[in-house]
């Protein structure tokens, strides 16, 4: 990609024989938020460390501006802020203190780390609070906290791996109008979740990661347009077990999930449905009640892996 902020091409990493990450290419401009998709597992945490230059992969190449991340790692993570899934907080010190902390990490003198502590807390909405210790904070405080300390040294990219994890709504919204305006500030972001809602919200582009490799990749109407003409199609069994491999084998079912009395499918045309409600009635169950809706990332990932993004 021209103009690519970050770019990072056939990225590769294993844990013993089993690769965490097969082929792994993104990117992602100044002013856009990447969002990584995948299952649990898929390999997005292990694609961000060696994106931020924690983890070297064992194949591929990562340039950051240009620039080979690996040639000069520490240049490159001072332009880069990473927002960990696990929380690293400084429990017993202040808010301020904590932010203080990581602006000096990244090289920043005293007279500058108060000046940007106080900037970035009134930016995640904790001023008021700021010297106050993390620990009696809630789940979602302490993750805009953590965002805070990552935005402390003005990296050009943010890197934020399941942000959301344990937030409560109010702190998702605050979390999610943020980055919102970093991304207007001309701040480049990358986002993983296992929430297609969270990335059909936010991102500008779309990666979706499945067993260490990206499965389909564009902007959101782009990867809707794959199923086009679909419709998604819920059924509520009042009761039985469905013949699931029945309904799978119907022309135009392209994808089909169960979640106890619940089925949720992923159909090519209106056919397809009629088709299905008609073999759920030869199998003698009765739906208590369907209805159809758009089709979503959800059903797109169900489409291409014949498997669930959620557990
Ligand atoms: N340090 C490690 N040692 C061995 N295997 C690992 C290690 N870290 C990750 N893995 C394995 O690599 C694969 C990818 O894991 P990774 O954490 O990157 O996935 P993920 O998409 O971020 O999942 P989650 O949403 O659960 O965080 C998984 O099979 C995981 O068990």
Not at 80 to 106: D, K
Not at 188 to 201: D, F, G, K, Q
Request: net charge neutral.
């Amino acid at each position: 990609m021209q103009d690519a902020l970050l770019q990072a091409t056939a990225l590769r990493k294993h844990y013993g024989p089993r690769p965490a990450v097969a082929d792994v290419s993104l990117a992602v401009r100044r002013g856009e938020l990447l969002g990584l998709l995948g299952p649990n597992g898929a390999g997005k945490s292990t694609t961000v460390a060696m994106l931020c230059g924690l983890l070297p992969p064992d194949g591929g190449e990562i340039r950051l501006g240009g620039q080979a991340l690996l040639a000069e790692p520490d240049a490159a993570k001072r332009r880069i802020g990473l927002v960990p899934q696990e929380l690293a907080l400084f429990e017993t010190l202040s808010a301020r203190r904590n932010v203080e902390l990581f602006g000096a990490l990244y090289g920043l003198d005293r007279a500058r780390q108060r000046q940007r502590a106080q900037a970035v807390l009134a930016q995640v909405g904790l001023l008021e609070r700021a010297d106050e210790a993390p620990r009696a904070f809630s789940g979602g405080m302490k993750r805009r906290l953590h965002i805070a300390c990552a935005l402390v040294h003005e990296p050009d990219l943010i890197v934020l791996d399941e942000p959301t994890a344990g937030v409560d709504p109010h702190s998702r919204n605050a979390i999610f109008e943020l980055l919102e305006g970093l991304k207007r500030a001309g701040k480049a972001l990358i986002y993983t979740s296992h929430y297609m809602e969270e990335v059909e919200r936010l991102a500008d582009r779309i990666v979706i990661l499945d067993h260490g490799r990206v499965v389909a990749e564009g902007r959101l109407a782009e990867l809707l347009q794959r199923l086009e003409g679909g419709q998604g199609l819920d059924i509520e069994l009042a009761q039985g077990e469905p013949e699931l491999a029945a309904l799978q084998s119907l022309p135009g079912v392209q994808g089909l999930r169960r979640e106890g009395s619940r089925l949720r499918l992923a159909l090519a045309d209106w056919q397809a449905g009629i088709a299905v409600l008609q073999a759920l009635a030869a199998q003698g169950l009765q739906p208590a009640r369907w209805s159809s809706s758009r089709v979503t990332l959800e059903d797109l990932f169900l489409t291409l892996t014949g498997r669930q993004l959620r557990d």
